[in-house]
C-alpha cells in the first residue's frame, strides 16, 4: 500500500500569517492516465471532510483562494496564504492513484 | 444539491452484524462510483471500499476484505455496507462519498460502536 506522510503534524498559526503542509507519498502518484490524484480535505471540529484541492492543485468551488496546492510525483504541498480563524481543524491528503487509497496522518492546524 | 445521508448505526456486539445504508440525492446515482471511508474516534481517516455505478467493479482494504460487503440499489438510489464479525477495532464513524480517487461529497457519518 502506499504510505502518505505529513510534516508537520501540528501548526500553530497566527491570524493572517501564511502556513504550509507537506505531504509524501511512498510511490510517485502518477496514474496511467497522465494525471496524479492527490486530494486534500479539511475537517473542522464535528464535521465531515470537505474536500479542498483535487489532482494537486485544482481548487473546488467555493474553496477561498488563499488555499492551494503545488506539487509532483512524490512531494505535494498545501498552503494557506493569510490564515483566517474559520481554517483550524485538520487537513488530510488522500492519495486517489493506487488501490488501495490512502490518507496521510493529518496536520491540526489551530490557532497560536 | 447532492446530499448524502447515512443511516443504520449503533451499538453492536463484538462478532455481530450491522448493515449501513447511505441515500444520494441531487445527481443521477447509476452514473457515479461510490465509497466507504471510517473514521475512528479521535484518529485519522481510513478508505475501505468502492463499487462502480453499475455494482460490476469492487474492491475492499485488506482490514475489511472477507468481512464487510459493498452493494448499491440504484432504483432506491442507495448504496449499503454489511458489516459482519465486527471487531472493537471496527468502532468507527463510517461516511458514505461520491467518487473514490477524489471524494468531493461526503456524508455526515454514521457511528458504529462495536463493545460488549
Known amino acids: 500500500d502506499v504510505v502518505m506522510t505529513q510534516s508537520p503534524l501540528s501548526l500553530p498559526v497566527t491570524l493572517g500569517q501564511p502556513a504550509s503542509i507537506s505531504c509524501r507519498s511512498s510511490?510517485?502518484?502518477?496514474?496511467?492516465?497522465?494525471?496524479?490524484?492527490l486530494n486534500w480535505f479539511q475537517q473542522r471540529p464535528g464535521q465531515s471532510p470537505r474536500r479542498l484541492i483535487y489532482?494537486?492543485?485544482k481548487r473546488d468551488s467555493a474553496v477561498p483562494d488563499r488555499f492551494s496546492g503545488s506539487g509532483s510525483g512524490t512531494d505535494f504541498t498545501l498552503k494557506i496564504s493569510r490564515v483566517e480563524a474559520e481554517d483550524v481543524g485538520v487537513y488530510y491528503c488522500?492519495?486517489?492513484?493506487?488501490?488501495?487509497?490512502?490518507f496521510g496522518p493529518g496536520t491540526k492546524v489551530d490557532i497560536k | 444539491q447532492v446530499q448524502l445521508v447515512e443511516s443504520g448505526g449503533g451499538l453492536v456486539k463484538p462478532g455481530g452484524s450491522l448493515r449501513l445504508s447511505c441515500a444520494a440525492s441531487?445527481?443521477?446515482?447509476?452514473?457515479?462510483?461510490m465509497t466507504w471511508i471510517r473514521q475512528a474516534p479521535g484518529k485519522g481517516l481510513e478508505w475501505l471500499s468502492y463499487?462502480?455505478?453499475?455494482?460490476?467493479?469492487?474492491y475492499y482494504a485488506d482490514s475489511v476484505r472477507g468481512r464487510f460487503t459493498i452493494s448499491r440499489d440504484n432504483g432506491k438510489n442507495s448504496l449499503y455496507l454489511q458489516m459482519n464479525s465486527l471487531r472493537a477495532e471496527d468502532t468507527a464513524v463510517y461516511f458514505c462519498?461520491?467518487?473514490?480517487?477524489?471524494?468531493?461529497?461526503w456524508g455526515q457519518g454514521a457511528r458504529v460502536t462495536v463493545s460488549s
Open positions: 462519498a461520491r467518487y473514490p480517487r477524489w471524494p468531493d461529497y
Open positions: 441531487g445527481f443521477t446515482f447509476s452514473d457515479y462510483y
Open positions: 463499487i462502480s455505478g453499475s455494482g460490476s467493479d469492487i
Open positions: 510511490q510517485s502518484l502518477v496514474y496511467s492516465d497522465g494525471n496524479t490524484y
Open positions: 489532482e494537486v492543485s
Open positions: 488522500m492519495q486517489g492513484t493506487h488501490s488501495p487509497f490512502t
